[in-house]
């Protein structure tokens, strides 16, 4: 993300030990003007003595205390997701991702600040506030998808909201000037995980039985909602200032995980755990598009998907939501009430994001097709086994009964 | 003609029983009852799974710059194997480039070598199928 004379770039590796970093680049020379780690020395994280959590300065060295030993430097907080700046604030946002490994028997703590959304000073990297969602990760909940900053009402209060649909099945509402946590709900109902979020501590009440690493490691826990790409994964959602609403493509996926030891070489992967995932019991839908009042903590309108979403949403000012779906389908919806008004089948599965562009007085739709990503793993990497994929493969092996591989742009035009 | 075939025959039998002979003399690196494996097996599977596969492809299939391992199990033996992983191995050719990097230094192969082994040899033994095997016990 460019902002101002700098650009802001992230970095991937939770799978294999990194020491999660934001970097700061001059866009004059790129010249190095900072890098924030997400674990660490307060040096290293840029934290300073005003770096609040909830209201609350979190005091010195927060990171190192949440970790055992050096276990920090190979702590993972990747920060591979999206970034968002509001000009007025001066602050941007992003989230970092797991800690590493996926083994939490070997990372005893809160692991901060892995999981966690940051607020920060484009100029310096210094961090206004944080907010940790998921203390010790157990589930492989990444903390990095999407920032949607909007003006909302919260609660019946005119706010700056800053809006995400975390990979841990909770939907955040935060005040984005000071990281006051307004509203934090399910918004798949079949989320099992945690039963709530303690909205003075910010902490999700965890349940025992779902929770790996409990009962130790080689220990295999089962039918836990959501799996680990989340209730959402990085494909963006969507809001509109007509409805004061968002519109979110989610996965409703469950998993089975069960951790075990891995030691730590550069270079190597450092995932330690096996998962295999498939829909909520009882249910054969893999996803839902959902219209979500950040204000209320509430689903508006959920229309079933039999695959996940994994197409980014578009809000238009015309009453309609588009979204596309894994088999292929773009598919537009009423905004007020979810009702289809319209479907096209794209020769592959939908994972890229739905555009609109005007050209010589007239606006088009135009969406990529070309099946892949996590849920589309098994076909666009030949696996055929439930576990394959870090166990994506099983959820979604009908897919290929549906769609195909391919690549391509497919443009509507919309009527003058 | 005939008679040339008639010797390949009989040297292929021979071979067959031989490798029959050697198979029932070794001892199996890998336990399966029921059809459910043992925890060396299972814990082969799983350090194949973390550390191999990304270039010798899901369950020892192979892919399209590293060899099947559930066909190289078949021909090779255990220390042949572990001198591989541990040493590593360069065939650049005209017709190949294949490039096995040293594993030595890698904890989590070199402890679990006779685990990732016996995983293998059951897959080329075409006693594990794809896909996570189930474990006794389970």
Redesign the interface.
């Known amino acids: 993300m460019v902002v101002k004379d700098k650009v802001v770039v992230g970095i991937s590796g939770g799978e294999f030990g990194v020491q999660g970093s934001v970097t700061a680049y001059n866009l004059k020379d790129g010249s190095k003007a900072w890098r924030a780690y997400s674990e660490g020395p307060d040096d290293q994280i840029l934290f300073d003595a005003n770096t609040t959590e909830l209201g609350k300065p979190v005091g010195k060295d927060s990171s190192l205390k949440s970790w055992q030993g050096d276990e920090w430097k190979i702590g993972g907080g990747a920060t591979w997701g999206w970034y968002s700046y509001d000009p007025q604030l001066n602050l941007f946002y992003y989230g970092s991702g797991n800690p590493s490994t996926w083994n939490p028997v070997q990372r005893p703590g809160d692991n901060k600040w892995s999981m966690t959304v940051f607020a920060r000073n484009p100029d310096t990297g210094i961090a206004k506030w944080v907010y940790q969602m998921t203390p010790h990760d157990q589930w492989d909940y990444d903390g990095v998808n999407e920032m949607i900053l909007a003006d909302i009402n919260v609660k019946g209060q005119p706010t700056k909201a800053l809006v995400h649909f975390d990979r841990n099945g909770f939907a955040y509402t935060l005040n984005r000037e000071t990281g006051a946590l307004l509203v934090a709900e399910k918004y798949d109902p079949k989320v099992n995980w945690a039963t709530k979020v303690d909205m003075q501590t910010g902490r999700p009440q965890v349940v025992g039985q779902y929770a790996p690493g409990d009962k130790g490691e080689d220990v295999?826990y089962k039918q836990i909602c959501p799996a680990a790409l989340g209730s959402k994964d990085q494909q963006p959602a969507a809001f509109s200032p007509k409805t004061g609403l968002f519109y979110v493509p989610t996965n409703h996926v469950c998993m089975d995980y069960e951790p075990?030891k891995?030691?730590y070489?550069a270079g190597?992967?450092y995932?330690?755990a096996?998962l295999?995932m498939f829909p909520p019991p009882g249910e054969n839908n893999l996803g839902n598009f959902i219209a979500w009042d950040a204000g209320a903590g509430k689903i508006v309108w959920s229309i079933p998907e039999p695959f996940s979403v994994w197409s980014g949403a578009l809000a238009t000012a015309g009453d309609v939501v588009f979204y596309g779906t894994l088999e292929g389908y773009l598919k537009a919806v009423d905004m007020q009430t979810g009702k289809e008004l319209y479907r096209f089948k794209t020769p592959s599965g939908i994972i890229g994001n739905i555009n609109t562009y005007s050209h010589g007085g007239k606006q088009y739709i135009a969406v990529l097709s070309g099946v892949g990503g996590w849920a589309g793993i098994g076909m666009a990497?030949g696996?055929?086994?439930?576990?394959?994929?870090l166990g994506a493969v099983g959820a979604y092996k009908a897919l290929a009964n549906y769609t195909q591989l391919g690549g391509v742009l497919t443009v509507f035009g919309l009527p003058q | 003609m005939p008679l040339a075939l008639t010797v390949a025959a009989l040297a292929l039998a021979a071979g067959l029983v031989l490798a029959a002979e050697s198979d029932n003399a070794a001892e199996k690196p890998y336990t399966i009852t029921d059809g459910k494996v043992d925890k060396k097996t299972f814990n082969g599977w799983r350090r194949y799974t973390e550390s191999c596969l990304r270039c010798h492809g899901p369950d020892g299939a192979g892919s399209s710059y590293a060899p099947s391992l559930v066909d190289s199990a078949k021909h090779m033996t255990q220390d042949e194997f572990n001198e591989i992983v541990v040493n590593g191995r360069t065939n650049v050719n005209a017709a190949s480039e294949n490039v096995m990097p040293p594993f030595g230094e890698v904890e989590d192969v070199v402890s679990y070598l006779g685990d990732i082994w016996a995983y293998l040899k059951a897959r080329a033994d075409g006693a594990v199928g794809r896909g996570r095997p189930p474990r006794i016990g389970d």
Request: charged share 15%.
């Open positions: 295999n075990f891995v030691s070489t190597q992967p995932v330690g096996t295999s990497a696996l055929t086994k439930d576990t394959d994929g």
